[in-house]
T-cell receptor, first 114, second 115 residues
Framework: DTEVTQTPKHLVMGMTNKKSLKCEQHMGHRAMYWYKQKAKKPPELMFVYSYEKLSINESVPSRFSPECPNSSLLNLHLHALQPEDSALYLC?????????????FGPGTRLTVL | AQKVTQAQTEISVVEKEDVTLDCVYE???????LFWYKQPPSGELVFLIRRNSFDEQNEISGRYSWNFQKSTSSFNFTITASQVVDSAVYFCALSEMNTGNQFYFGTGTSLTVIP
């Protein structure tokens, strides 16, 4: 299994809702990432988990809450989002945490906040 | 300062033409890695190539080729005999030994191949 899967593919939520994005990989990778991508922009790093521990949090608002239940799963819990949070949310994984590791990306979740 | 610059925002070519996507990077590390990713309309970023700073050999993979020149801090990507399926946004990225697995992405080049 050489892919990263993400669910759901599309999500529409109101500003008072609570929802979660899910990411899964079965490649034995030890690092997992959340990125946010707005239209016509490059991905922006949000969080990095290394060996199931949060290692990088790029000053993301607390309405985004990551969770890594085990080495294969990564969740992003969403609460009280704003319309400007509408974007493509990409999950990625890499074999390790070194700079030479390529990252493998999932197909993303297209989030719309009303 | 932008570490990776992709000056071409949008490029359109007619099918079967060759096209080169430019990538210029900036780093003070002596050990670093450069990557190219393809993002089709479906959204998933697809890994194309990794090159380390000590290997300046050009690489060819089918219709794709990459030219790495440290003297000009460039890592350009050429698609030969372009096809409609090559239409996508292409991102160049840099990672540095000192910052580990953090990627610095360029702003991307949107390539449209017209049939």
């Amino acid at each position: 299994d050489t892919e990263v899967t993400q669910t759901p593919k599309h999500l529409v939520m109101g500003m008072t809702n609570k929802k979660s994005l899910k990411c899964e990989q079965h490649m034995g990778h030890r690092a997992m990432y959340w990125y946010k991508q707005k239209a016509k922009k490059p991905p922006e790093l949000m969080f990095v988990y290394s060996y199931e521990k949060l290692s990088i949090n790029e000053s993301v608002p607390s309405r985004f809450s990551p969770e890594c239940p085990n080495s294969s799963l990564l969740n992003l819990h969403l609460h009280a989002l704003q319309p400007e949070d509408s974007a493509l949310y990409l999950c990625a994984s890499s074999p390790g945490t070194s700079s030479y590791n390529e990252q493998f990306f999932g197909p993303g979740t297209r989030l719309t906040v009303l | 300062a932008q570490k990776v610059t992709q000056a071409q925002t949008e490029i359109s070519v007619v099918e079967k033409e060759d096209v080169t996507l430019d990538c210029v990077y900036e780093t003070r590390d002596t050990t670093y890695y450069l990557f190219w990713y393809k993002q089709p309309p479906s959204g998933e970023l697809v890994f194309l190539i990794r090159r380390n700073s000590f290997d300046e050999q050009n690489e060819i993979s089918g219709r794709y080729s990459w030219n790495f020149q440290k003297s000009t801090s460039s890592f350009n990507f050429t698609i030969t005999a372009s096809q409609v399926v090559d239409s996508a946004v292409y991102f160049c990225a840099l990672s540095e030994m000192n910052t580990g697995n953090q990627f610095y992405f360029g702003t991307g080049t949107s390539l449209t191949v017209i049939p």
